[in-house]
């Protein structure tokens, strides 16, 4: 059985957490925006602005659709204003121990049967949920950047999930206009796991001068019809980010495929991160 979300709170306001307030805010939800200092959350929320301006533009968008959800969106630093949310997505850095401090401070916060949900792309489910009270309520929602954009949501199922919860968070995603897939809580889950297997190969094709970082994007572009290249979508993504989970899929699986080449280690030292320091595999 399903529970209805009419308020959904986002816990972190950065790329991927603006991008989830911005979709459930068009859906009709009211949405509590937060993050650890007020004007972070206000940025968050200027980018969805951004956003739903250039929707206009292109015809897409209404300005009354616009103006209805951004109306529906707040930003708070209080963690503890999500108290109200059916429904709360937590969107913070990849580190396990914060988001078990956050699952930990929500199951506190919360109403006992609202939802907690994780973006996560590649930790643990099930420990997520261990740090929580009533662990059946939590689950993956894996969303893709640009959230507004993409259209896969990837549901992960931890250990404790109940299939009320599954059910759920399935019926919100399509809500929001998502198409869904479900997948066990496994290292890497579905999307990541392939998807760093083939961004650590195009790594290493870099580092041994197979090809340049243009031709094996336009291969893949081109030939396999993605609409990104594997190491375009690293510099969107952030080369720390994928050598994180790089490290992290290799020391869990052993696979020699998801270790990270020491080219990946040494743009990360030397500050190429990607679109978001202005260079990585490409200048911005």
Request: proline share 4%; charged share 25%; net charge positive.
């Amino acid at each position: 059985m399903t529970i209805s979300i009419t308020d959904v709170g986002v816990v972190g306001a950065g790329t991927m957490g603006h991008g989830i307030a911005h979709v459930a805010a068009a859906a009709g939800h009211r949405v509590v925006l937060y993050d650890v200092k007020r004007e972070l959350a206000e940025k968050g929320k200027s980018s969805i602005a951004a956003n739903l301006a250039k929707g206009v533009e292109k015809g897409k968008v209404t300005p009354e659709d616009r103006d209805a959800a951004l109306a529906r969106i707040s930003t708070t630093e209080v963690l503890a204003d999500l108290r109200r949310c059916q429904l709360v997505i937590e969107a913070a850095p990849e580190k396990l121990e914060l988001k078990q401090q956050l699952f930990t401070e929500l199951s506190k916060i919360c109403a006992p049967d609202a939802i907690l949900a994780s973006n996560t792309s590649s930790l643990s489910l099930t420990e997520i949920a261990a740090a929580a009270t009533n662990p059946e309520r939590v689950a993956g929602m894996h969303f893709f950047n640009p959230v507004h954009l993409m259209k896969l949501l990837e549901l992960v199922r931890a250990y404790q999930t109940s299939d009320a919860t599954l059910e759920t968070v399935k019926a919100f995603g399509e809500k929001l206009g998502k198409q869904t897939i479900t997948v066990k809580d496994s290292p890497g889950f579905a999307s990541s796991r392939l998807g760093i297997a083939l961004g650590m190969e195009a790594v290493r094709m870099v580092e041994e001068g197979v090809a340049s970082p243009e031709d094996i994007d336009r291969a893949m572009k081109l030939g396999y019809g993605h609409p990104m290249g594997p190491l375009e979508l690293t510099d969107l993504v952030g080369l720390d980010v994928r050598l994180a989970i790089g490290e992290y899929l290799y020391r869990e699986l052993g696979n020699p495929v998801f270790r990270p080449p020491q080219l990946l280690k040494k743009m990360v030292r030397a500050g190429r991160l990607g679109k978001k320091s202005g260079q990585g595999f490409y200048k911005y």
